[in-house]
């Protein structure tokens, strides 16, 4: 059963950076495209960032391009989700979710079969 536990959530003030982590296992890790989506209150969930199996590919949102940066490290299993500059509109929960392909820019809930539980970032103004 795939796993995928996200962290690094919290309250922050306008314009303050986090990392998100997103651990995963019960999976080869290096065969699956990662993603980072995020869901606001009352609204549907919306794509992020997303980077291929060898990170030479990565693609944003264009809400967060320049400011949010995807990585992943393959040997630790980890997907992460760097966040500069934020913003109130960036309060969400953030998830974490894998595609099983190593390549291809997918954007769309439904590309996706497996899903973290999913962290909260509250950004103050």
């Known amino acids: 059963q795939v796993q995928l536990v996200e962290s690094g959530g919290g309250l922050v003030q306008a314009g303050a950076s986090l990392r998100l982590s997103c651990a995963a296992s019960?999976?080869?890790?290096?065969?699956?495209?990662m993603a980072w989506f995020r869901q606001a209150p009352e609204k549907e969930r919306e794509f992020a960032a997303v980077?291929?199996?060898?990170?030479?590919?990565?693609y944003y949102a264009d809400s967060v391009k320049g400011r949010f940066t995807i990585s992943r490290d393959n040997a630790k299993n980890t997907v992460y989700l760097q966040m500069n500059r934020l913003k109130p509109e960036d309060t969400a929960v953030y998830y974490c979710?894998?595609?099983?392909?190593?390549?291809?820019?997918?954007?769309?809930?439904?590309?996706?079969?497996?899903w973290g539980q999913g962290t909260q970032v509250t950004v103050s103004s």
């Open positions: 979710a894998a595609r099983p392909t190593p390549n291809g820019v997918w954007l769309g809930v439904t590309d996706y079969g497996f």
């Open positions: 019960e999976l080869t890790f290096s065969s699956y495209v």
């Open positions: 980077i291929n199996w060898d990170s030479s590919v990565t």
